[in-house]
């Protein structure tokens, strides 16, 4: 961020919205208690620019795309509809909305931080016409879900979530995921990758390695494989799969 407003010959177009950020970000930041509050304190400032802008999409285009690339992706993976489904940080269904149209009624459950984006994924419900199909969307506070039943989730996913996320709460999520992951089931979830010399931009976004990620996931009790596959396709964020370790072991892998 800092090379970024010190460059020189830079035009002042260029640096006006990272000003505006940094401004915005510290002010939020100064009034958060911890980081999931300030979290959805940004979400709150981006869904009154657009609730598609707020989960990452310039476009209604590019909404449409990227939730297609998610759901796409778990079908090639064998997605069932009878499967239960927990989905961490829905945002507005840019790929939930196919997920409970495919899934068996009932069997879409999700939960966000973010009280106004879930506003804009029941409108979401209602202009794909899915109410029939029962999807559960909850309001959390953090990442505990200790509302939730053990051992229940065949499918658990998160898109974008840890890229926002400091390393506590993804330990927070990880124990969380285990408890109430099925026997058989799996976790997939996208992070921003580097090679080395983690970092972050303010309280918002995180970049870690991937042993990182597979160390704090072995830490609870998953094993999380690094997803090849995902790597082909056109987004900019990489993925791990994790399965309980019980199961990974019992499978021989």
């Not at 196919?98 to 009280?115: C, K, Q, R």
């Amino acid at each position: 961020m800092t090379a970024r407003l010190t460059h020189q010959g830079a035009a002042p177009q260029t640096l006006l919205p990272p000003l505006r950020r940094l401004v915005r970000d510290a002010w939020l930041g100064l009034r958060s208690r911890d980081q999931p509050s300030y979290y959805r304190a940004v979400m709150r400032a981006d869904c009154a620019r657009g609730h598609q802008i707020a989960v990452g999409s310039p476009s209604h285009e590019s909404w449409l795309r990227i939730g297609r690339l998610q759901f796409d992706y778990l079908i090639r993976h064998g997605l069932s509809p009878r499967q239960r489904m927990l989905e961490i940080g829905c945002g507005d269904l840019r790929a939930g909305r196919l997920f409970i149209d495919y899934l068996e009624p009932g069997n879409y459950h999700a939960v966000d931080l973010s009280p106004e984006i879930l506003l804009a994924a029941q409108q979401t419900i209602v202009d794909y016409g899915l109410q029939e199909k029962l999807p559960n969307l909850m309001h959390v506070r953090d990442l505990t879900l200790a509302f939730l039943p053990a051992d229940h989730f065949d499918v658990i996913h998160a898109h974008s979530v840890f890229p926002h996320c400091a390393p506590g709460t993804i330990h927070e999520a990880m124990a969380s995921v285990r408890r109430v992951m099925a026997p058989g089931g799996f976790f997939d979830f996208t992070f921003d990758r580097v090679e080395s010399s983690e970092y972050h931009v303010l309280w918002e976004d995180y970049y870690y390695t991937t042993e990182t990620l597979q160390s704090i996931a072995a830490a609870h009790g998953l094993a999380a494989r690094f997803m090849d596959d995902w790597e082909e396709l056109p987004h900019r964020q990489s993925k791990l799969r994790a399965v309980q370790a019980s199961d990974e072991r019992q499978a021989g892998c």
